[in-house]
């Protein structure tokens, strides 16, 4: 699976333009993503849930953490598997899913966009669905990796 952009269209400052006008292959062939009711920011209240990084070890993770965190101005937290740079970065302390670690996006939906990805043609690890305690599913990953990192979607913000 890859990305292509189509069409460049003139970068203005706060939106991403050019990728509006793109097209990303799935396994069945091309898939338009124009602003219309294909859009899944529209369609499943896509967003960016926070980008995860492998930190291979507690203390490199913890590092890491501490950069981004000064870097950025943010607060820190830790949690068992991971530390988070406010809800914007994970830092893993160990190795975590994908090569170089992983994408989380929130939709409002988990069920119904799980549906429309795979209407796409893209496939989902159930092996790794998450699931809250009434049964319902938290998080769940795509199948493959792209550019090295695991991608899922959350219900969290």
């Given amino acids: 699976m890859g990305a292509r952009v189509s069409k460049q269209v003139p970068y203005t400052k706060g939106t991403w333009s050019s ?7 799935a396994r069945e062939g091309l898939v338009s ?10 369609a ?12 291979g070890t507690p203390e490199n993770a913890e590092k890491i953490t501490k950069q ?9 937290t830790e949690l068992a598997p991971s530390y988070f740079v406010d809800t914007y970065i ?23 966009a799980q549906k429309w990805f795979e209407d796409r043609g893209f496939e989902f690890n159930e092996e790794s669905r998450a699931k809250f305690p009434d049964g319902s599913t938290h998080l769940i990953y795509f199948k493959d ?13």
């Fill in 90 to 112: 994970e830092i893993m302390k160990g190795a975590g899913r994908g090569e170089k670690g992983h994408i989380g996006f929130h939709v409002d939906d988990i069920d119904a």
């Fill in 44 to 55: 499943l209240g896509l967003r960016l849930a926070h980008v995860g990084i492998n930190g």
């Fill in 19 to 25: 990728l509006a006008c793109g097209t990303f292959k």
């Fill in 145 to 157: 990796e792209i550019g090295g990192f695991s991608i899922h979607l959350t219900v969290d913000e």
């Fill in 33 to 42: 993503m124009a602003a219309t009711e294909e859009d899944p920011k529209k």
């Fill in 68 to 76: 981004l965190g000064t870097l950025l101005g943010l607060g820190t």
